[in-house]
């Protein structure tokens, strides 16, 4: 028995284990695939099965091209113009590859990604970025080669990442940056510890949310670091506005844009709380959504919270866990925060029994497993236990933190 406990804790087990049910789960989407073709639900990982493909990369184009992105109502309201300006800047490059009068008259986006020449440089765009999340992944996971290339590989081949990529959507670009940072905020080189701060704040730039991953630098207490890495932020963020019509006005017009959006959307889709709910059969009425909606304030601060004493990889887990379920709009592509957790987990040296769980509900939530007459069975079950496990994890050393204090205080 103890033999068998020592084989169920070790780095090596959790290695093959995480390899095996990846080769498992690509032969069941190759199996559907052969039997069912397209209508295969396997091919759900795509969004819409591709009606709308490249749409957030293809809109973005759109709103972009006239330089006044933040007051655009083309095609969509203003409540769809959300990003930072950054990553606008990247599309309103992208604009000059085609001609945009025919998609102005039109006031349509969509068939852009029938244009030969804009088709082959977003597709290269796209493989230098896939290219450095893979070889920021397999640089950082140890052990053999054969294991950094499998979970490599096996990352940039996720349900969440083609998701994404099916999307064209530019969180890929800050993904990268934000893996670079919670690999790299706590490594022994001075200089890699500050580019490790600029990453962090490129990935706010883009995207906004990963701003909360500053927390990890709280957490370990690297308070001027953190200092630094807001001022990179204000900086990143902020100067790209002057690039558009209405310069650093367009901060407040955003932050408008982003009320509204999250006005419009409902957290009933993706991977918000009461998403996973309703998707595991729960009935959907306004008084739940507001309970769970609650529930998720009350198990975020729990998790954030019992991060202060948690491993790397639990402190990385937990603050991806509240960045999927607590926004109001968040695409099913979020669960792409998941990935540098993962490989922080599968390179711990050894692993208690419960970790299985973890592995289980990660697997889950990657790799898009649908097991027949289970639809059920997929990311949504996964987010609900491994929110349950970081919950349960922080409430302990809670626990255990407040119990120690107190023993302490009576023992003078």
């Known amino acids: ?56 990369m293809i809109n973005c184009v759109g709103y972009s091209s006239q ?24 599309t309103y490059c992208f604009s000059k590859l085609v001609d945009m009068s025919k998609y102005w ?24 970025v896939l290219l450095m999340i893979y070889e920021c992944i397999r640089f950082y996971k140890n052990g053999n080669s054969l294991v950094k290339i499998g979970c490599a590989a096996a990352c940039v081949l996720s349900m969440p990442v083609i998701f994404t990529i099916e999307r064209g959507n530019l969180l890929l670009v800050s993904e990268f940056f934000l893996m670079y940072f919670i690999f790299f905020y706590d490594n022994g080189n001075k200089i890699v510890r500050e580019t490790s701060l600029l990453a962090l704040a490129a990935a706010f730039a883009f995207k906004l949310t990963p701003a909360v991953f500053g927390i990890l630098l709280l957490y370990d207490r690297k308070i001027k670091e953190a200092v630094r890495a807001a001022v990179y932020a204000l900086f990143l963020g902020v100067v790209p506005f002057l690039f558009f019509e209405g310069g650093l006005s367009n901060i407040r017009t955003m932050f408008q844009n982003i009320s509204d959006s999250g006005a419009a959307y409902t957290d009933a889709t993706g991977t918000p709380l009461y998403a996973c709910f309703l998707a595991l059969g729960m009935e959907g009425s306004d008084p739940r959504r507001q309970f769970i909606r609650i529930v998720t304030y009350v198990v975020c601060l729990l998790i954030v919270l019992g991060g202060f004493w948690g491993s790397k990889w639990e402190k990385a887990m937990g603050v991806s866990i509240v960045l999927m379920i607590l926004p109001s709009r968040s695409g099913s592509y979020c669960i792409i925060y998941l990935i540098p957790a993962m490989i922080l987990f599968l390179n711990e040296a050894e692993h208690r029994i419960s970790d299985l769980l973890v592995l289980f509900a990660i697997l889950l939530c990657m790799y898009h497993i649908q097991w027949p007459g289970r639809q059920w069975f997929d990311y949504h079950l996964g987010i609900i236990l491994l929110m349950l496990l970081m919950m349960c994890r922080g409430i302990y050393r809670m626990y255990i933190f407040l119990k120690d204090k107190k023993i302490g205080a009576v023992l003078g």
């Open 67 to 90: 330089k006044d992105v933040y007051h655009n109502t083309m095609y969509t309201g203003t409540y769809e113009k959300i990003y930072p300006a950054l990553p606008y800047i990247i």
């Open 1 to 56: 028995m103890e033999k068998m406990n020592k084989v169920l804790r070790s780095h090596t087990f959790y290695e093959a284990a995480f390899i095996a049910v990846i080769a498992f789960s690509l032969l069941l989407w190759l199996a559907a695939i052969f039997k069912n073709g397209f209508h295969s639900s396997q091919f759900d990982l795509f969004f819409g099965r591709c009606a709308d493909f490249f749409a957030d």
């Open 105 to 128: 008259e039109a006031n349509y986006f969509l068939h852009m990604y029938q244009e030969p020449f804009f088709l082959i440089i977003f597709l290269i765009f796209l493989f230098v």
